[in-house]
């Protein structure tokens, strides 16, 4: 039984979704109506009449299996072997769809993840240990893939005017990130004391905060150096994930009539997923393309493919997780609901001790 002024899951979760839900279906219509029209009305109609729907579909699967290399790597790095593979997935889908329809929605996915993962009886402490080794593998994975293909992209198009300053700029920003992380393992406690400094002159905000992060970040790259079977592992997991979501756009890019260069397209998306990355829209919602769909076409792709591509595979791996994922979440919200229900009428039929009171004499 619901005490007064507690609100249910799916309460929770409206009133969290709710603005951004009516942002997100004004950037829906921007983005499958009016972007459309940037490649020319006749170009996107005749590219429209022409897809390939093979292509799609090889897609779609590519960016399930995808879903499902992610789940492994969360099980993965949880450690926790009660918690089977399609439990994982049906937790994972759920963050997944919090996290598109909020800003900053990767730190509240995050939130939820845990509390699923608690409610599945998963340690406190080994679900954020988890989920930190799974956030930080992945995004390590996603910085060597990008810097890969940077190096690719100056040894062969190094002279080229356009696509140069894009690869030197990556590189630039991958270099950066990983002498962050080196400095995080090697010097911990200064870059502790530095943050905690930084975010004690800033107002509302608590400099506890930056330490616990500093040296969560800082424990997670050393276990993930020191256990070379689940580094070998987590790498091999992570780089599914991300190179088969790359796939599905690769896919998306050939079935309006485009086969995208392996190069261009590891540095297109390798960009954009790092700069979604960062607390602005929902899931970088708006960023990705604005990013990718320049970057495409510096490689080599026509605007009204890009464009089309890029808002294919947006719906195969944005849009279309949103409702999947409230569906995983939904049974999940209702035994919760049930269980709180349960315990509350358990309360209330046990029997109650005699209230004392000061005896009457006659």
Known sequence: MRQPGERSAWASLWQVGRPALRVLIILLVINYGLLPQIAGARESISLLTG???????????????????????????????PLRLPKMLQIDLSTLAVSHLVPAGSLVGL???????????????????????ETVGSAVVLNLILGTGLVAALALHGGDPVDAPIAIAGLLLVLSVAAATVLISLQQRRITG???????RLPHVDPESGRHLVESLGSTLRALATDRRFLRQAVVWASLNWLLDAFALWCALRAFGHPMGPVGLIVGYGLANVAAALPITPGGLGIVEGILVPALVAFGATRGVAIL?????????????????LACYA??????????????IEGLSKPRPPVEGPSVEA
């Open 51 to 81: 897809v390939n729907g093979w292509w799609l579909g090889l897609a779609t699967v590519s960016e399930l299996v995808s879903l499902v290399a992610y789940s492994r790597l969360s099980q993965l790095a949880l450690r926790w072997p």
């Open 194 to 200: 530095l943050v905690t400094r930084l975010l004690a």
């Open 331 to 344: 049974p999940m919200a209702i035994h919760r609901d049930l269980i709180q229900a349960q315990a509350g």
């Open 111 to 133: 939130g939820l993840g845990y509390s699923l993962l608690v409610r599945e009886g998963v340690p406190p402490s080994q679900a954020i240990s988890g989920k930190t080794l």
């Open 309 to 325: 591509g890029v808002l294919g595979w947006r719906l195969l791996s944005f849009w279309i997780p949103i409702p999947i994922g």
